[in-house]
């Protein structure tokens, strides 16, 4: 296992992070994923002893048991508190009353202090906030955030499934005032979806952030269940739960390079999938998840798959985003390399 600095922080976090959507199964996330206390177990036990040290939840996910029960599983384990990194996230709804969901100081606060309840922590290492609120000034969350850094509850702030310059106004105006930034961005980010390349990979990269692929396997699209026209099992769960969305012109080039180069390299598509997540220098640690240890020790695997230079080139343009504006317009403009004169 490698590790990486989380954004502008000297905190190094393990370039896999084993995610724990799976944990729980109530409610909505029960397509996803419904594992008891005994298999949690399993799961983290495993990820940490492959070196593993970075956890990722939310508050929402299962309505709160998957924190729940990994904080059981990390008090059951009773492995070193201070070298593992535990991150979870606050946006969405957790109840019925009206100011219940968000990102208001008042709804960061609370819920800050009931994740730490379920987690059974002391503090967050990472909190994210899990998406856009509307309704809330950006610049009212990056004070309450900022607060509960400063209280010890949390360590970092880190962001989900920001627009581009929605995330960087919160940037600028915690760097402004001196108040906490964010350090990540968790974005969803696969070989099948890579829209994050157009505009929050250079923004990251420009600001010192951490980026957090989610959904590397796009829901279970790139496991290698699927054949390149998206036939699948029927018990698969992208057969029943068709999320995230990918762009069904480009998939079938997409697994079928995928497919090839697994055949090629003798590894699953799974592995190859997330080679080409953590052959990108911009991605700092790539969010896994899993239903059984057969397919977390696959993932974890992963960080040893050595793709050739044309197996990757090959990935690449079957996954290529097709050219945009203004895009084109600046490839255009710049294809004249500055310092030379023109002959």
């Known amino acids: 296992m490698r590790y990486k600095l989380l954004g502008k922080t000297g905190l190094y976090v393990s370039e896999l992070c084993l995610g724990t959507m799976t944990f729980g199964g109530k409610g909505f996330w029960e397509a996803i994923g419904k594992l008891g ?84 922590l002391d503090y967050i290492d990472l909190y994210q906030i899990h998406g856009y609120d509307p309704v809330t000034p950006i610049e009212e969350t990056v004070r309450a955030l900022d ?20 995330a960087m106004k919160a940037v600028g105006f915690a760097e402004a005032n001196g108040l906490a930034r964010f350090q990540s961005a968790q974005m969803y980010y696969t070989i099948a979806g890579r829209d994050i390349e157009r505009e929050i990979v250079p923004m990251a990269q420009s600001e010192g952030l951490a980026i957090l692929p989610w959904s590397p396997l796009a829901g279970g699209l790139l496991s290698g269940k699927f054949d390149p026209n998206k036939q699948g099992p029927a018990g698969a769960r992208r057969s029943s739960f068709d999320f995230p969305p990918v762009n069904m012109e480009r998939l079938p080039r997409v697994l079928e390079a995928l497919h090839s180069v697994a055949t090629e390299a003798n590894q699953s598509v799974a592995r190859v999938a997330l080679a080409w997540l953590l052959s990108r220098s911009f991605v700092t640690s790539v969010i896994i998840g899993a239903k059984t240890s057969e397919q977390l020790l696959d993932n974890l695997a992963a960080v040893d798959s ?38």
């Not at 709804?93 to 379920?118: C, P």
């Open 37 to 120: 206390s005994k298999d949690v177990d399993t799961l983290v036990g495993t990820a940490l002893d492959h070196g593993v040290n970075f956890i990722d939840t939310a508050d929402v996910y299962s309505e709160g048991e998957s924190e729940r029960l990994l904080g059981a599983s990390l008090a059951s384990l009773g492995r070193p508190r201070d070298q593992i990194v535990v991150a979870t996230k606050v946006r969405g709804r957790l109840g019925k009353g009206v100011n219940q969901v968000g990102l208001s100081r008042g709804h960061i606060l609370s819920s800050v202090d009931q994740s730490l309840q379920r987690l059974g």
């Open 147 to 166: 607060d509960v850094v400063r209280s010890g509850k949390v360590r970092y702030v880190g962001f989900c499934n920001l627009a581009a310059w929605h």
């Open 306 to 343: 050595q793709l050739s230079t044309e197996q990757l080139t090959r990935l690449d343009e079957a996954s290529a985003l097709p050219s945009e504006y203004p895009g084109w317009m600046l490839d255009f403009q710049n294809r004249e390399p500055r310092g030379t004169v023109p002959q």
